[in-house]
């Protein structure tokens, strides 16, 4: 079973950044297509960003052009780095073994001043 560790969020400013990362307990990490979603209170889960096992990036319109997630196979690690985060970007982000039931425990996302 594969355990995933989120870590980097916190609070930031408007239009501040912020780089999260998410580790995988696995050998086997480079084979596996990622993702991180995000959770807003009283929202529903979304997809903000997918990365293959190849490296090809994918995003939903909402978040392309400010969001860019990427991938070390060496460390078994994914990242999200988030630039001129908004107020609606608070949410809990969780990273996710794509199409899978594998989720991180999340780490939560504050922009307010």
């Known amino acids: 079973q594969v355990q995933l560790v989120e870590s980097g969020g916190g609070l930031v400013q408007p239009g501040g950044s912020l780089r999260l990362s998410c580790t995988a307990s696995t050998t086997r990490f480079s084979i596996y297509p990622m993702a991180w979603y995000r959770q807003a209170p009283g929202k529903r889960r979304e997809l903000v960003a997918t990365?293959?096992?190849?490296?090809?990036?994918n995003y939903p319109d909402s978040v392309k052009g400010q969001f860019t997630i990427s991938r070390d196979n060496s460390k078994n690690a994914v990242y999200l780095q988030m630039n001129n985060l908004k107020p609606e970007d608070a949410a809990v982000y969780y990273c996710?073994?794509?199409?899978?039931?594998?989720w991180g425990q999340g780490t939560p996302v504050t922009v307010s001043s």
């Open positions: 996710n073994v794509f199409t899978t039931s594998t």
């Open positions: 990365i293959t096992s190849g490296g090809s990036p």
